[in-house]
């Protein structure tokens, strides 16, 4: 497998977000909007309290259908009862995930940090652990948890691209893209993920989304995947990325050039181009 260098990362790595992790059924969501003064309305409860007759695992088979459906104070209300009958690790986490879908930070904050003190080795709650402190700016906090969930459980793609996103933002470039490296071996879709589930956090100017693309592309071409290459390279072009005649000079692109998909691409300049 051919190595991604690491200078055409760096966009992507600014660009991409952190990932959620569960024990669950449900997949992991992209990570919140990162702006923490926003709160999140008050949220009506639909249904009505638990029944004192359910067990734990009704109680929290109940909790994850209503996060599903975005009944978030429902969830939490399922969620806790099923906590006073039968701790555990998962449960905490589960809490956490659906405090921090209400933006309440600090709250989910200490659902994670119970789950990790009733299992000091439950990746996904020091995963989560760690995108806490990212949204609250602590990177080298986010650092030191994505670092112990890797630990654990270094097939995650979702924790090797957080902890490269962590180590960007404390500019340490060269561990980042060994990250994102990674996070692409174990799982080549892990970005097409974060841009499509769940709640998403801003990627920022669209120059910086252009570039993003445009790495992203840079990145799948060298990997051989002409199909994943033209799609990011055509969303690229849509966002006006300025240095497009790049790819006529980086040896990435030296096969996709010859695709006949990639020379309608070049001549038609979608709408977006000038």
Known sequence: MSRVPFATLLIALLASLPLLAQKSTVKPMDHMVTDTAIQAPEQLRRVPPPASDLNPAELESKGDLFRAEKNYADALDYYRAAIAKHETAALQNKTGITQLQMLRYDDAKKSFERSIKLDGKYADALNNLG??????????????????????????????????????????FAKAAHEYTLAMEIDPEVFDHQSANGISAKL?????????????????????????????????????????NDVYKEAEFSSVR????????????????N
């Open 131 to 172: 995108v806490i402190y990212y949204v609250k700016k602590d990177y080298r906090r986010a650092v030191k948890n994505y670092n112990k969930a890797i630990k654990v459980r270094d097939d995650s793609a979702s924790y090797h691209s957080n902890l490269g996103t962590a180590l960007f933002a404390r500019e340490e």
């Open 204 to 244: 920022g100017s669209p120059q910086n989304r252009a570039k993003y693309n445009y790495v992203i592309a840079k990145t799948f071409a060298s990997r051989g995947d002409t199909d994943r290459c033209l799609l990011y390279l055509r969303k690229a072009l849509e966002d006006g990325f300025t240095a497009i």
């Open 258 to 273: 010859k695709d006949p998909r990639f020379v309608a691409l070049m001549e038609s300049k979608p709408l977006g181009i």
